[in-house]
């Protein structure tokens, strides 16, 4: 216990003491990229991350993913919208990429989620077959039919089944604040505004992934998501985004 509250502090030192545009941190030998990162999210910084452009998750996605969709105004905005483009999918969605496979260590993200019934606001670290990898994830979501809770959950090896909902106390959409997780080789411990709410200690990730944000319509996911209405745009906000290594 008295190990965790240490590393908890020094995590939040590192946050406080930092950064006013993207820094380059030190790097565990764990992690495939050799440099954290701290992202203000003011502008498309292409050293550190992409935007999806031009295709689809396919179900539960109800979208095409397009680069117009991630935009930057005094932070980073994701749009649903209807694609322009046309196609059998109907809706465009947002999503940003980090370029690089990041490991153990600290994940933070200050955002305010769409409240917006079918839809998905999200954190997460990811890597799968596209990365010639095992599906390992870590993820924060926020459900726009409830935005005064958020999940979380995780994948090893294509192994998923970790849904937790946690009660914040307050409604996320309303205001920013900071979400993110301690990944360690023993346990993922889930933060809410630098305090720990959740761990998990089964079966824990060991791929290091992408660090992702991305904000989709779902379809065929009514008992989950709640069913879209098709109204647009929809948009969530982003203040900063980073990667301590452990």
């Known amino acids: ?21 993207a820094t380059v941190l030190p790097v565990n030998t764990f992690a495939a990229s050799t440099t954290g990162f701290f992202d203000n999210l003011k502008s498309f910084n292409t050293n550190i991350w992409a935007k999806s452009d031009g295709w689809t998750n396919g179900n539960p996605f109800n979208c ?6 991630v935009n930057f105004n005094n932070g980073m905005e994701l749009s649903i919208t209807k694609d322009a483009k046309g196609g059998a999918i109907p809706y465009a969605g947002g999503e940003y990429r980090s370029n690089n496979r990041y490991g153990y260590g600290l994940y933070r993200v200050s955002m305010k989620p769409a409240k917006h019934i079918g839809v998905d606001s999200s954190f997460f670290s990811y890597t799968g077959p596209s990365d010639n990898n095992p599906w390992d994830e870590i993820d924060i979501e926020f459900l726009g039919k409830d935005t005064t809770e958020v999940q979380f959950n995780y994948y090893t090896n294509g192994v998923g089944k970790h849904e937790y909902l946690y009660k914040l106390g307050f409604d996320a959409s309303k205001g920013f604040h900071t979400y993110g997780y301690i990944w360690e080789q023993n346990y993922i411990a889930w933060l809410v505004d630098g305090k720990e709410v959740y ?34 745009p929809v948009k969530a906000y982003y203040n900063w985004a980073m990667y301590n290594p452990q």
Do not use: C, E, Q
Request: hydrophobic share 45%; aromatic share 10%.
């Open 1 to 21: 216990m008295l190990r965790k509250k240490i590393k908890t502090i020094i995590y939040s030192s590192l946050l406080l003491g930092a950064f006013v545009s």
């Open 64 to 69: 095409t993913w397009r680069a117009s969709n």
């Open 199 to 232: 761990r998990a200690t089964s079966n824990i990730p060991t791929h290091p992934g992408k660090v992702m944000m991305n904000l989709w319509p779902g379809i065929g996911v009514d008992s989950w998501l709640g069913a879209y209405d098709g109204v647009t």
